[in-house]
């Protein structure tokens, strides 16, 4: 049975911070995406979801992974607004791309509301093919993510057939004073 993979829906945003140019999913093609929703006043993306994402941003290299913030209000929208999120950003030394999420028909902002996402913090990674992978709600322990991260890195990585890696590997030659690969020789041989 296959599983068809469909194309992460786009980022609706009102507003970047921390860029020059605000990214894109479509821009960002060929890189693993990982984004964190959070609130600024919700207690658990203050203690693990935000220091998480800043220590995927410094510890994976941005050829391969890019770390975005999406700022979800679903409540106490007045306590939470634009100009507070920067202060909250630097306060916190986020420096990696946030969006604001754009304000939605209901209590729930666009994109939140787009990936059906539960709540804050709310982890999505997202393929180099720009392909939503997973979504976890809540706490994500470090090493699953990390694995995750890194299987969908080794994903694009991993183009060469099994069969055809096989075949470009030198052959040994194996005696009494040790192998070495064909084709080269070795002090004392002829």
């Not at 209901?106 to 999505?124: E, F, I, S, W």
């Amino acid at each position: 049975m296959s599983v068809h993979l469909q194309t992460a829906p786009p980022l609706e945003v009102a507003q970047w911070l921390n860029v020059t140019e605000p990214p894109s999913l479509d821009r960002l093609r060929g890189k693993v995406v990982m984004i964190e929703a959070f609130q600024m006043l919700c207690p658990g993306c203050v203690s693990h979801g935000l220091p998480q994402a800043a220590q995927v941003w410094k510890t994976f290299s941005g050829d391969d992974v890019q770390v975005l913030g999406l700022h979800s209000v679903f409540e106490h929208h007045d306590a939470q607004p634009p100009r507070a999120l920067e202060a909250f950003l630097y306060e916190y030394r986020i420096g990696f791309p946030v969006a604001v999420d754009a304000p939605g028909d209901g209590a729930l902002p666009k994109t939140m509301a787009a990936y059906g996402m539960q709540g804050t913090p709310t982890l999505v990674l997202i393929d180099r093919l720009g392909r939503k992978r997973s979504q976890h709600f809540g706490r994500v322990p470090d090493l699953v993510l990390g694995a995750e991260i890194m299987a969908l890195i080794a994903e694009a990585q991993d183009t060469t057939p099994m069969a055809e890696a096989a075949e470009t590997r030198p052959s040994s030659e194996c005696g009494d004073a040790g192998c070495s690969v064909s084709g080269t020789k070795t002090a004392g041989t002829v």
